[in-house]
């Protein structure tokens, strides 16, 4: 079998932007029968060789689709530019090289259009012959819309990646993830720097989330930084960190979530703050999300070190039909910022839990303050969670 290394210039149909220092390849895998040119400008039969892409750097600048024939590995920070659209086909498979800065990210401007099907979903997976948490990035989208730690059209930057986030448009539209599944993701750029399966930067609702799940990753699984995307049938197994986790003012809506928990792994299954302490709360916005029909899990069933929700920085929030299995705490309000407590919302009814069921809960909920557990919750005992069994079937990994 012979190898071939096409490096393509301007004149190529995919060509990659000369700004960034990082270079990214990308390795394809091609098992049908194409023809190829090279930069010779000669042609030849591709019987199943492997093709390297070598760009100057790794962001893509125009449109590009990932082929469900072809087996691709990222060697880089792949970056999608803005005014480009990467198109994934069902039942692609793309994995990463070992190392923190290995990870796609896509630009405000630009969109991601991965639109995989239970049957074939699109993979995104370490390219280690034994595959842990932590083993390369995740996926990153940098959308337009609002985030509390910066206001109007001002731009927020990125802890991974130093791209920018935030804006003014609400229905800002980065793409589709559907049916995509980030295995082994989370590896730490530096102490302060993480990276998550999911990470959605100001990702406005013009964007479509469904049917995703983060697998054994180092960090938390899926994390919103502010924006107003709506997303739905989320499923994180086995986060090392926080499972999903919200900051900067997020204001969507979260429907049909399943959490499961390892014995002794990961912290929170929810940490929600309501603007990142880190930086100071510039809109005067908290996040707000309506969260419906989610299950958390711990895997030996019975209570564990963790909290089902940790709400704090004065997190807003209205949830409904939330089952919680085996947690030391199921609901936790935290007054950490006494200036923006989160327990006032409990008392004017911002922050509130309709139908919770508390299932080997050691104690169902802690709230700082003078706020009580029937001021947080109503319907205790009526919860009865996200049917995963059901949705999750055929795509998912480590829950069936």
């Not at 630009?110 to 995740?138: E, K, R, Y």
């Not at 985030?147 to 539209?173: K, R």
């Not at 916005?285 to 030996?300: D, K, L, Y």
């Not at 039909?321 to 008392?347: F, R």
């Amino acid at each position: 079998m012979r190898n071939k290394v096409l490096v393509f210039g301007i004149a190529a149909s995919l060509f990659f932007s000369c700004e960034r220092d990082d270079t990214a390849d990308i390795i394809i895998t091609d098992n049908s029968v194409t023809t190829v040119t090279n930069n010779t400008g000669t042609e030849g039969e591709n019987d199943g060789e492997t093709i390297v892409l070598t760009p100057a750097s790794g962001s893509i600048t125009e449109n590009l689709t990932l082929e469900a024939s072809k087996e691709y590995i990222l060697n880089g920070a792949t970056i999608v530019a803005s005014g480009a659209v990467l198109t994934i086909e069902p039942g692609t498979v793309i994995k990463a090289q070992a190392g923190p800065n290995v990870y796609l990210a896509v630009e405000q401007g630009a969109q991601i259009i991965a639109n995989g099907t239970s049957s074939n979903p699109i993979i995104f997976t370490s390219n280690s012959t034994t595959p842990s948490a932590g083993d390369w990035g995740g996926i990153i989208l940098l959308g337009r819309a609002p985030v509390n730690s910066v206001t109007g059209t001002s731009t927020a930057t990125s802890e991974i990646g130093n791209l920018p986030y935030g804006g003014n448009i609400v229905d800002d539209n980065s793409g589709v993830l559907r049916y995509v599944r980030v295995q082994y993701s989370g590896g730490a750029a530096d102490g302060q720097s993480e990276n998550n399966g999911f990470s959605f930067y100001g990702v406005g609702n013009g964007t479509t989330i469904e049917y995703i799940q983060a697998f054994e990753g180092a960090d938390d699984g899926i994390e919103f930084f502010g924006g107003t995307v709506n997303a739905s049938f989320l499923v994180v197994v086995n986060a090392e960190d926080d499972s999903i986790d919200w900051t900067e003012g997020y204001n969507g809506t979260i429907t049909d979530a399943y959490v499961l928990q390892g014995n002794g792994i990961g912290d929170e299954a929810f940490e929600c703050d309501g603007f990142n302490t880190d930086f100071t709360n510039a809109s005067g916005a908290f996040s707000n999300p309506t969260v419906t029909n989610v299950t958390i899990e711990s895997e030996s069933g019975t209570n564990d070190s963790t909290r089902g929700f940790l709400l704090r920085a004065g997190t807003q929030g209205t949830f409904s039909n939330v089952l919680i299995i085996g947690k030391n705490t199921g609901i936790s309000v935290d007054d950490d910022e006494a200036s923006t407590p989160t327990s006032s919302g409990v008392l004017d009814g911002t922050l509130r839990f309709t139908d919770v069921t508390f299932t080997n809960v050691a104690v169902n909920t802690s709230i700082d303050g003078t706020a009580t557990e029937d001021n947080l919750v109503s319907g205790v005992g009526n919860g009865t969670g996200t049917n995963v069994t059901d949705w999750g079937a055929g795509w998912t990994a480590g829950i069936n």
